[in-house]
């Protein structure tokens, strides 16, 4: 078993469930006995459109999705999709709301300029984004509202999903179908799937048709989502691998039971680590305890000396990737859908033994 050798917190692109990892290194060889490997078929002929559509479809139901919504499966990242939504959405001379909680929605915001006015309703920039700036007022002309729903680097979450008249728009790309929320009250969703729901190269859109076809200017057709709709998100050749592993990964949640489930799970990780964070004097979490992403957690010492003692001791152990964004220092230990809480046992019981130790 593979997570019997490390115990992997990398925060992205991220661990994925053995049983995708098993049926992906299959279908790279021989897919569904066609003779052929999956990167080798054609994406238009019929087992490969069953794969886009079953992710499609799984994407619909596990986050419960009205009709209006369409869901598509794109390249770029998204980081693409940071340029993508205002070009969409925002007429030149009209305004976006955007809140400022990290490095990814300040990316987001400078590219949103490009199209129009960004009014940067709330921002915890001047608290090196240390918690989640919820107090603000939406400008009733916005077009959207667009928030962060998990900072990755900086280990802040939403844990409510703000209230407003305008279309709300959300980056989910570090905490996508990790717990239950109305997806609904959402007006697009999108996010890289490299983290909770695949592997790099595939880029997950949930978009609203109603909100699309209002501003006037001419956009590319590889930017412009009425072109990917039309097209059932075939409007090119797609990420086909990446695609492929989403599908696995997306019927892996749902015989986990689906995001309740999983949210469980989450919880429970989330509880343990951070009640060793709280409990143990070596260690100190970063973030103001209410906005805690269940995600990734980021935590330092109060001796920074021991950091680098503290990264080899626990390499032993066989726990990979928990070293720090630069920008925060210390350690990030990234919790994501696929990381066992056995995992998480592992780093708890390591950092006692570590402080004992050091006592
Ligand atoms: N948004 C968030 C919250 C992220 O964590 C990341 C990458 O880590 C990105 C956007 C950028 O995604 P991509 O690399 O798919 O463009």
Not at 2 to 30: Q, T, W
């Amino acid at each position: 078993d593979r997570n019997m050798k490390v115990h992997n917190f990398n925060a992205g692109p991220s661990i994925l469930p053995n049983e995708v990892l098993y049926k992906a290194s299959k279908a790279l060889i021989d897919f569904e006995g066609s003779g052929m490997s999956i990167l080798e078929i054609g994406h238009r002929t019929p087992p490969f459109v069953a794969v886009i559509e079953e992710a499609r479809s799984l994407v619909r139901e596990l986050m419960q999705l009205e009709d209006d919504f369409e869901v598509l499966f794109l390249h770029g990242g998204a980081s693409t999709q940071f340029l993508t939504i205002p070009m969409n959405l925002l007429e030149s001379g009209e305004t976006a709301a955007y809140t400022d909680t990290g490095v990814w929605s300040s990316k987001a915001i400078k590219e949103a300029k490009l199209f129009g006015y960004v009014d940067v309703v709330s921002s915890s920039k001047d608290r090196n984004y240390n918690f989640i700036p919820k107090d603000f007022t939406v400008p009733p002309q916005a077009k959207y509202l667009h928030i962060t729903t998990n900072n990755t680097i900086y280990g802040t979450q939403w844990h409510h999903i703000p209230e407003t008249d305008v279309p709300l728009v959300a980056d989910m790309s570090s905490d996508i179908l990790s717990r239950s929320m109305d997806f609904n009250k959402f007006a697009l969703i999108y996010g890289g799937v490299q983290k909770n729901m695949g592997a790099a190269g595939a880029t997950v859109v949930a978009v609203r048709k109603s909100i699309l076809g209002k501003v006037t200017r001419n956009i590319p057709s590889m930017l412009d989502y009425r072109v990917h709709i039309d097209n059932a998100s075939m409007f090119n050749t797609p990420p086909v691998f990446a695609v492929y592993i989403s599908m696995l990964t997306l019927r892996w949640l749902k015989a986990q039971g689906g995001v309740a489930a999983i949210e469980k799970i989450n919880d429970r990780k989330a509880a343990l680590l951070y009640g060793e964070i709280d409990e143990n004097p070596l260690f100190r979490g970063t973030v103001v305890k209410e906005d805690r992403s269940k995600m990734n957690v980021c935590f330092i010492m109060d001796k920074p000396e021991l950091e680098e003692e503290f990264l080899k001791f626990t390499k032993k152990e066989d726990i990979v990737g928990i070293k720090g964004h630069r920008s925060v220092g210390g350690f990030r230990a990234s919790i994501y859908n696929a990381l066992p809480l056995d995992s998480v046992e592992v780093m708890v019981e390591a950092m006692k033994y570590f402080s004992m130790k050091k006592a």
